[in-house]
């Protein structure tokens, strides 16, 4: 295959420009549909970044690079229920895109001879187009290891990674939907680190580069070092009662992902929430959640080239609202799809409650404060059993003082409890938590949520 | 694509005192995957790219780009140039040419039997048949049986004289059924989470051998569907190899890797409980607990000849005889921390940087059979196949469930039990082993979700293992 070199504009990395990636990507998608024979359909969608990576950790450079990439993601279904799917780098233009749409047409077609109908498989079947472009300010790959690691202090022990650059997003079908989400943004996901091997963790993220937050960030986790100096309390397993803060919080959401969530689970038996759906089971009136596309961290749409409303309520007042309920389950189980795609979610919303945040400790009472939950999977996951450890800045709290960290716990827990029969309260405040996942590729989304207060939380290790 | 890389080297200026690598890696993967008799994926992807590293002032700096025009290697280049020359201002260690050794030599998998000669058709014919297979009676609610085949080509050139070529052929094949009766749902697999993974080619996709699986994917569910659950007290616990994999994953690969015992993973995948100082000191388990980093088993999942960075790769003991001997460690790591390692600096693609990684961590067999193993216990559990997994940050306490386990009583394996669960800490854990197993009882088998660093990595790490007893651990079922 012929990669002729694209031109583009400075970034992090030369050569990346998103006027010319979406200029090939349109010829790209109607070159394809052009060619598609009757009763033949599709979906092209690109993912593409071009990003700088600042490794660091000991309040040095570790890694340093730049990374610019672009992937082609094509689905080829036919009218009698053949499908099949296709992903390539996508770096070419001009002749080499025409010679890459009829190469990749015959792919698809040879990949589905003699293979069965897949009943489930969704044509494209709605029209509907959005462009969304966020411009930020992104710090320039040769000005960042300064603006990072330049304004340390003296014992500074600083750990974690800078992630800046244009994120790219898009989808066409052969019905007509075009759309395309590209956004300027960074995260610094770290922590600091003490001596004594205690930390607290931290991030700072957004669109807009601004140095005075990014040291404000940093200056409000060294203020919150200073307890983390004393010594550890040993606490012996056992139920104790926990204020989860937000990055706690949102841990315990990620599991929800893990198939409780998704309609094609519950339908198979496979989730704790089939005990919710049948009545067995109940969370609090105090918890609220929806996938809230308005928060704007990832786009309606998915390679699945379903579009999401704008907001999905999952769970108001404690009662099961709907699950998040793909194309191709509502076309197994004939539950309705509301347009998620992966059945994950991408953007949770979790409702704030009547606690302000400043009287956490106080409202704790004695206890253990989260700051940070580890490495979380089921232990019995049709019961919604969860385990996992504490992790950075977690404290052991008397009286509403906090007297300092604590020697991590492992802690085995179910879900219906924590958001269910031990909820005593949530914040008022929620926060945002910026997706930092980078596997593969840099992954849109975000959570905003709330601190909890949960009465009974129970250690076993 | 070597001559393409040799020339984009040939046209870079490069000082006397810096060095430049340039890492071809194509990554051609197939897909296929069956639902209760219906396809659900029918997928073939294609990642490639080229990774350019460039060292400057004792920095490395990298550029990573998926066009392969000779035009944008070079401006990848001078990029890496810029990114090492910024690194430098604020380096954590001055690295050399001696992190980069000039290796040269190539390294295939061994295939038996090509792929290619079955069809599309052939492969889906085989995983509907599987899935039907393993539904064996209204109680099975849903059976899943998936195929991947991925091709990976690496190249690598240096300006310091490194030529190297790298050709894997990887074979995943995952079976899966969920049943339920009488308000109990239960899961097996074939071995766990995509543990029959493979170094070749059509060898691990026999007919006989998948359906012998999943005959015993759908006999075990319903062995599981009328089990009792498993019990909570202290007693003996029996590893078979493909549970022993994630416990050799979790408490010995990754406490062991120096960059964690560094530093570096702390604001991720996390610290280790080792410290750098107990290397040739500490006892890390019994005296029956031997431990080898061996990328040279050749249909072991992740066997190589060179690291991707060089290094030639060889079998070595980092734990012999329960005494910790040497670290997963890189060139780089190896010199900042001034212990012993192993060929491992290696990145899933060509868009990540290389780092510590598992390869083939593996405990070598032992003397005793399986039949004196489980004879020589009054009371204990034996358990098989993962299914749930965690560990604090430090490597140390760790709870792991299984899919499937079975009572050992007066000597001998009884009752089926269901939700097997056990916890401990990896300090004393090792040091429990009273028994391992002789080869004949040995398992290998592989994982491609081994993830780690920042940015993110998934890699592919290959475990065998013999069964291994431990006395007095903590196990128990499942929520009531």
Redesign the interface.
């Known amino acids: 295959m012929n990669?002729?070199?694209?031109h583009g504009v400075a970034g992090p990395?030369?050569?990346f420009s998103e006027e010319l990636l979406s200029e090939n990507f349109s010829n790209f998608f109607e070159g394809f549909f052009a060619g598609l024979a009757k009763g033949e359909h599709a979906r092209v969608s690109l993912a593409a970044e071009n990003t700088h990576?600042l490794?660091m950790?000991?309040?040095?450079?570790?890694?340093?690079?730049?990374?610019?990439?672009?992937?082609l993601q094509i689905q080829f279904l036919t009218d009698a229920g053949s499908?099949?799917?296709?992903?390539?780098?996508?770096?070419c233009s001009g002749d080499a895109l025409k010679a890459l749409v009829a190469g990749t047409l015959d792919?698809a077609r040879r990949?589905?001879?003699?293979?069965?109908?897949?009943?489930?498989a969704n044509k494209p079947s709605t029209r509907s187009t959005s462009r969304v472009a966020h411009a930020g300010k992104i710090l320039a790959?040769?000005e960042?290891?300064?603006a990072l690691?330049?304004q340390q202090k003296p014992g500074d022990?600083l750990?974690?990674?800078y992630?800046g650059g244009k994120t790219i997003s898009a989808l066409a079908d052969s019905a007509g939907m075009q759309h395309w989400f590209s956004s300027d943004s960074f995260f610094v996901?770290?922590?600091l680190?003490l001596k004594n091997?205690r930390?607290i963790?931290s991030s700072y993220a957004g669109r807009q580069w601004q140095q005075a937050d990014y040291l404000e960030s940093l200056n409000q986790a060294r203020a919150n070092l200073e307890l983390m100096s004393r010594e550890p309390r040993v606490l012996k397993p056992g139920n104790y009662r926990v204020f989860l803060a937000p990055s706690a919080t949102s841990e315990l959401l990620g599991m929800f992902s893990w198939g409780a969530l998704a309609e094609g689970s519950i339908q198979?038996?496979?989730s704790p929430f089939c005990a919710l759906r049948r009545g067995e089971k109940s969370f609090s009136s105090k918890f609220s959640l929806n996938e809230n596309f308005a928060l704007g961290f990832a786009p309606r749409f998915s390679d699945d080239g379903e579009l999401a409303p704008e907001c999905i309520s999952l769970f108001e007042n404690g009662r099961f609202v709907q699950a998040l309920v793909s194309a191709r389950t509502q076309k197994e189980f004939g539950v309705p799809s509301n347009g998620v795609g992966s059945e994950r979610l991408r953007t949770p919303d979790m409702a704030t409650g009547d606690l302000p945040l400043s009287e956490a400790f106080k409202a704790l009472g004695t206890g253990l404060y989260l700051s940070d939950l580890?490495?979380?999977?089921?232990?019995?996951?049709?019961?919604?059993?969860v385990?996992?450890?504490t992790?950075y800045g977690c404290l052991w709290v008397e009286n509403g003082v906090p007297v300092g960290p604590i020697v991590?716990?492992?802690f085995?827990e179910?879900l219906f409890r924590c958001f269910g029969s031990e909820l005593a309260d949530v914040t008022c405040e929620a926060h945002v938590i910026p997706e930092t996942?980078?596997?593969?590729r840099?992954a849109l989304g975000g959570a905003r949520v709330p601190g909890m207060l949960v009465n009974n939380f129970q250690f076993?290790? | 694509m070597e001559q393409r890389l040799k020339k984009v080297l040939s046209q870079l200026s490069i000082g006397p005192a810096d060095w430049v690598g340039l890492r071809y890696h194509r990554e051609n993967s197939r897909v296929r995957e069956v639902r209760d008799g219906h396809p659900e994926t029918n997928r073939s992807s294609e990642r490639s790219g080229v990774m350019v590293e460039w060292m400057s002032d004792g920095q490395f700096g990298y550029a990573a780009t998926p066009d392969l025009g000779e035009a944008s290697l070079l401006s990848a280049a001078l990029r890496a140039r810029t990114q090492a020359q910024a690194a430098a201002r604020r380096a954590l260690y001055r690295f050399g040419t001696a992190q980069r050794p000039p290796s040269v030599g190539r390294y295939g998998s061994q295939v038996k039997s090509p792929l290619s000669t079955l069809s599309d058709a052939d492969y889906f014919e085989m995983l509907v048949a599987l899935t039907q297979r393993m539904r064996t009676s209204d109680a099975v609610i849903t059976a899943h049986a998936q195929l991947e085949h991925v091709a990976v080509e690496t190249c690598y050139v240096s300006s310091n004289g490194a030529h190297f070529e790298q050709d894997l052929s990887l074979v995943t094949v995952a079976m899966e059924a969920v049943g339920q009766k009488n308000g109990v749902v239960q899961k097996r697999s074939n071995h766990g989470l995509s543990a029959y993974s493979y170094q070749g080619g059509g060898e691990f996709i026999l007919r006989n051998t998948l359906n012998e699986q999943a005959d015993k994917v759908a006999r075990h569910l319903h062995e599981l569907l009328d089990a009792d659950e498993c019990p909570s007290e202290t007693t003996h616990l029996v590893l078979a190899p493909d549970q022993m994999m994630l416990q050799i994953h979790e408490s010995i690969g990754h406490p062991l890797e120096l960059d964690r015992i560094l530093g570096d993973e702390r604001n991720y995948a996390g610290s280790s409980f080792v410290k750098l100082e107990d290397f040739g000191q500490l006892q890390y388990g019994s005296e029956l607990l031997n431990v080898t980093f061996d990328p040279s088993v050749a249909h072991e999942f992740a066997s190589y000849a060179f690291d991707d960075v060089g290094q030639p790769a060889k079998r070595e003991y980092l734990i012999e005889k329960g005494l910790l001997k040497r670290g997963l460690g890189s060139l780089e790591s190896q010199a900042r921390a001034g212990v012993p390692g192993v060929a491992n600096q290696r990145a899933s693609s060509w868009n990540r940087p290389p780092i510590d990684r598992m390869a083939n961590i593996n405990v070598e067999p032992g003397t005793t059979s399986f039949e004196k193993m489980i004879a020589g216990i009054e009371r204990g559990v034996y358990m098989e196949s993962n299914k749930s997994w965690s560990i604090d940050d430090y490597r140390n306490k760790f709870q792991f469930g299984c899919e499937y386990a079975q009572l050992i009583e007066n000597g001998k394996l009884t009752r089926v039990l269901r939700n097997p669960n056990y916890r401990g800490v990896t300090a004393e854990f090792w040091k429990k082993l009273v028994a391992v197993g002789d080869a004949n009882t040995l398992g290998v088998f592989g994982t491609p979700y081994c993830g780690k660093g920042e940015p993110n990595q998934s890699i592919r790490v290959g475990h065998a293992s013999p069964v291994c007893a431990f006395a007095d651990v903590e196990v128990f079922g499942g929520a009531q």
């Open positions: 990669h002729p070199t694209n990395m030369n050569g990576f490794r950790s000991r309040g040095a450079v570790r890694q340093n690079g730049v990374v610019q990439d672009a992937q499908t099949t799917e296709i992903t390539l780098p996508f770096v792919t990949q589905m001879t003699g293979v069965p109908a897949d009943p489930y790959p040769e960042a290891v300064d690691l330049g022990d750990v974690g990674i992630a996901d770290y922590s680190w091997g930390a963790k198979r038996n496979e580890h490495y979380l999977n089921w232990s019995d996951a049709i019961q919604g059993r385990t996992g450890m992790r991590d716990m492992r085995d179910t996942t980078t596997y593969v840099r076993t290790l």
